[in-house]
């Protein structure tokens, strides 16, 4: 049993498919099949099942494949002392973003993080956190930034910042003429969300039904950004919630519609998530340094505070 077999196992059992996965593992797949057949003759078992389209792994082939997974990940951490020893920060990093973060946070810190470890090839993509958790389970994500907690035992948290709330309340609303608001005031049935599958939505959603019992989820709107959130509340269609970094790119004309809160504020808490092996771990740790640094000193904050952890 080789390394080497166990990896094109993992690859099959992605891809479900021979052909495909060895187009992923750089091999022809005559070679593939020969190695993963050599693996299930040694173990006298049968790991896939070639007669299902696409392929479909057997019940031991199912449980040969996570203990496969956790040799793999394994192995690699061999590489990862040695680049930690040799003070190595570099090579590729699968990074996740989710959306509600993505569009203000990566500006913010991605040109810095280049120019100072230039070694790094980050690999970014904007996902739902549920899809963040899986792929960092299945070892395609080596990190992802994530609100939290989440409240898993296989995934590490380092918590980066707290991101206050902030409600815009268009002109017209009950609330609009309030100087600041406070998190007893909302009402969930005159909330513009985000559509299922985003954590912000299930954060404002909390924070209403912390004050207020609703017994049903039957919401005027949802919406899958918060760009048309905004919009759609200028419509008049409701009031919506936003992460204090959203309302940096309010337009002037808009920010009237902006309200605080009273102290202490509704925050999220945004944190960088890994695998509890905890591979990789220069270059996240690297991740923290350059991002909380930013938090900390490069944003000019008003009526509100963002608070950014000392690293640990």
């Known amino acids: 049993m080789t390394i080497t077999q166990l990896y094109y196992v993992l690859a099959v059992a992605e891809n479900q498919n021979f052909t495909k996965a060895a187009e992923k593992c750089f091999v022809t797949q005559p070679t593939l099949s020969m190695q993963i057949q050599k693996l299930e003759d040694q173990l006298d078992v049968q790991i896939f ?18 203990q496969a997974r956790n040799i793999v990940n394994e192995s690699y951490r061999i590489q990862d002392i040695v680049d930690q020893q040799k003070g190595f920060i570099g090579g590729e990093f699968k990074l996740g973003i989710i959306p509600t973060i993505m569009p203000t946070l990566l500006p913010m810190f991605l040109k810095a993080f280049i120019k100072k470890h230039p070694k790094v090839k980050l690999k970014i993509e904007e996902l739902t956190t549920e899809e963040i958790i899986a792929r960092i389970k299945d070892g395609h994500l080596d990190a992802a930034i994530a609100a939290t907690p989440l409240e898993d035992d296989t995934i590490r948290e380092r918590v980066l910042y707290f991101e206050p709330f902030v409600s815009y309340i268009p002109e017209g609303h009950r609330l609009h003429n309030n100087k600041k608001i406070d998190a007893s005031d909302l009402d969930i049935n005159d909330m513009l969300l985000l559509e299922d599958g985003h954590c912000f939505r299930d954060g404002v959603i ?52 902006l309200h605080y809160f009273n102290e202490p504020a509704p925050a999220r808490e945004v944190s960088i998530i890994y695998h509890k092996s905890e591979l990789k771990m220069q270059i996240i740790e690297a991740l923290q340094d350059v991002i909380s640094g ?10 509100v505070q963002i608070i950014s952890p000392l690293p640990r």
């Open 49 to 66: 099942d070639r007669s299902k389209k696409p392929i479909e792994l057997t019940d031991v082939g199912k449980k040969i494949v996570t």
């Open 206 to 257: 909390n924070l209403c039904k912390a004050f207020k019992d609703h017994s049903d989820d039957n919401f005027q709107l949802e919406s899958g950004s918060i760009e048309t959130l905004i919009k759609l509340s200028n419509e008049g269609l409701g009031m919506t919630l936003l992460p204090y970094l959203h309302t940096l790119e309010v337009h002037d004309k808009e920010k009237k519609n």
């Open 294 to 303: 930013i938090i900390r000193g490069a944003i000019a904050f008003q009526n």
